[in-house]
């Protein structure tokens, strides 16, 4: 079955840029979307189609898919960006989330 | 508003059933495909099942496959899910999402909207 794998943290100085990856066999074929979750909260969409943001979510969230390896790029972190953050694709009709990433924001 | 509440979890004994509701509000509910999607506690997010705006498609993770049944009712703005033969493993919040096409299977579609869960616990 197909997998999507990140690493299971990743952490950032205020300000600083953070890179969460998230890799699948031929990734770059499909679509990638990514999803932020907070505690206690639910998730919520930061980027669809590999690199397109819904209305509300701030420009200095960008993502990118290309090969084996999407890519969600947080630049000038702040707080707030604090949380646990999920990639996704489909495969063969079934929706597929990645391992997901903590960010930590030091 | 968009807005997704989900209702029905609770506390039930392996092998039993349960039925979760969606009652979705804010958008016309049949232009768009339905998702359940479940977080054990503590752990990550797992696609559970979806369904096409007109009940045409339906897909299920091959962890509830057989076991699990997704339906919509249109007319009420509303998504179940039958689930049977509960086992220990079931146990998570149980989110609702908004598609954003009308087929689950568009593998350019995505999570757009999701409602605040409910929690279903499997236990003796």
């Known amino acids: 079955s197909y997998e999507l794998t990140q690493p299971p943290s990743v952490s950032v100085s205020p300000g600083q840029t953070a890179s969460i990856t998230c890799s699948g066999d031929?990734?770059?074929?499909?679509?990638a979307c990514w999803y932020q979750q907070k505690p206690g909260q639910s998730p919520v969409l930061v980027i669809y189609q590999d690199s397109k943001r819904p209305s509300g979510i701030p420009e200095r969230f960008s993502g990118s898919n290309s090969g084996n390896t999407a890519t969600l790029t947080i630049s000038g972190t702040q707080a707030m960006d604090e949380a646990d953050y999920y990639c996704q694709a489909w495969d063969s009709s079934t929706g597929i989330f990645g391992t997901g990433t903590k960010v930590t924001v030091l | 508003e968009v807005q997704l509440v989900e209702s029905g979890g609770g506390l039930v004994q392996p092998g039993r059933s349960l039925r979760l509701s969606c009652a979705a509000s804010?958008?016309?509910?049949?232009?768009?495909?339905m998702h359940w999607v479940r977080q054990a506690p503590g752990k990550g997010l797992e696609w559970v099942s979806g369904?096409?705006?007109?009940?045409?498609?339906?897909g299920y993770a091959d962890s509830v496959k057989g076991r699990f049944t997704i339906s919509r009712d249109n007319a009420k703005n509303s998504l179940y899910l039958q689930m049977n033969s509960l086992r220990a493993e079931d146990t998570a919040l149980y989110y609702c999402?908004?598609?954003?096409?009308?087929?689950?299977?568009?593998?350019?579609?995505?999570?757009?909207?999701w409602g605040q869960g409910t929690m279903v616990t499997v236990s003796s």
């Open positions: 369904i096409s705006w007109n009940s045409g498609s339906i």
């Open positions: 999402a908004k598609d954003s096409r009308l087929d689950y299977y568009d593998s350019s579609g995505y999570f757009e909207i």
């Open positions: 804010g958008f016309t509910f049949d232009d768009y495909a």
């Open positions: 031929k990734l770059g074929d499909k679509y």
